[in-house]
């Protein structure tokens, strides 16, 4: 391509990011079609000859790109969304079109830096010791399985592993522990009390039931804000458990972690400094775009004990002591620069800005919470913890089966209106709205809009149910 045909591209395509951002706020927060009607608009063979880039670039702009969720919409609740900064944007751009491969030090010697130092960021946000080390991932799920892995080799590779997490543990943790080979009937899941946390005492009799019956727990994982709740589980508690079974504890903070930053977060997250690993999602609470994760390891040695295998083709790579190869603390070889986008826009906006951006999640949970509280019509359904809350339409007098015939009408309409996007989450058998509230440009106003909707469409659904 000539420079003026880059160039015309690339304005193209920051031109439709700029509109998109633009209109986001009167954008309904969700989009999808169906297959059938994608298949016949995007084709299928390859075509021989080429056309037009500002043509492919525009339909993609107008017929693949739109039918998605827009996570970054500000009334977008459901699952765990993500408002990514615009140099974190741009950051994934520049690393593309450097053409960076963030393996050794050999390869990027630039990137890996800013990669020891964001490690280094969240070592210190963490509460860990120097000793610490990690990496930056594509996301919870690749650290939960870096972590397993490290887990288990260091209690000796046993041949019938054990692992342990609450019924509240993200599907994550228990695909990683089966990637990990812990056989699917041995990934215990611990009951959690009517506060979502793990029932300590029930963790110590299984493990101590496991350890009679001749099984080795590997693992113990425990959550830092559950993907339902919110819950956080007992962590120095289980801290010093572990410690006293020598069992590995793994804390899942991927999406609560960033609330490290704050004050608040350091609180209620106390103990998470004493476990042997430690997962985090930049592109959760830390407004990076996909992918974003983290893992940390209380002792870094034990991530390149895991997964350092030297190999002839990469021996011209070993730069030598202090000058690290990320490729040997996880499982990619090729890997994108991460720690670029987390970098820039730290350094763009400051920390005040991102502590007050987490801040605002907090205190806008906790707003909501007093909404559902005060109004009639609403029950709350877990404590808030960190930025999620859970409550359904209860205005009494309806039984089990009508409210929630009720409240999934609620969702179905909420969803159709367009106004927002809520999901909904199963709490112990009872059907559960949900919000979590993430995004840095999410105001007050969107919050109670969105609770205001339900409430009326929540009348509705049960005056026609009577
Ligand atoms: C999102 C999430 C995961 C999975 O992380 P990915 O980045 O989606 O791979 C694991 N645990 C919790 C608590 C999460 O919220």
Known sequence: ???????????????????????????????GEFREVLKDRLGSLPPEDGR????????????????????????????????????GVVADYLSAGFNINSCTWLVS????????????WLRGWIGYPDTAGGLLTSGGSAAS?????????AAGHPDRPTVYMSDQSHSALKRAAVIVGVRRENVRLVSSGDDFRI???????????DRANGLQPVAVCANAGTTSTGAIDPLAAMADYCASEGIWLHVDAAYGGFSLVTGEGKEVLKGIELADSVGMDAHKWFFQPYEAGALMVKDGTHLEGAFAIGSDYLQDTVWGTNHPN????????SRTARALKVWMSVHTFGMAAFRSAVRKGLDLARRADQYVKSSPMLESLSPVSLSILCFRVNPGGHDEGALEK????????VFWDELAFLSSTSL??????????????TTWEDVERTLDLVVQLGEEALAAGE
Do not use: Y
Not at 109 to 120: A, F, R, Y
Not at 201 to 208: F, G, I, Q, T, W
Not at 326 to 333: M, S
Not at 428 to 437: A, D, E, H, N, T
């Open 1 to 31: 391509m000539t420079p003026e045909s880059m160039r015309r591209l690339a304005n193209a395509a920051t031109e439709a990011l700029i509109e998109r951002a633009g209109r986001l706020n009167d954008a309904k927060a969700w989009d």
């Open 109 to 120: 010697s630039g990137t890996s830096q800013l990669e020891l130092v964001v490690v280094d």
């Open 428 to 441: 112990k058998g009872v059907f559960s709205l949900r919000l979590c509230i993430l995004n840095h440009t």
């Open 406 to 413: 009720a409240n999934r009408q609620v969702l179905a309409r």
């Open 52 to 87: 037009p880039a500002e043509e492919v670039l525009t339909q993609v702009v107008r017929e693949v790109l739109p039918f998605a969720a827009r996570l970054d919409h500000p009334r977008f609740f459901g699952f765990v969304p993500s408002s990514p900064t615009w140099p």
């Open 145 to 153: 399985v870096e972590a397993l892995v490290a887990a288990r080799i």
């Open 326 to 333: 990320f490729a040997d603390r996880g499982l990619q070889l």
């Open 199 to 209: 029932d300590m005492a029930e963790l110590r009799r299984r493990v101590d039931e």
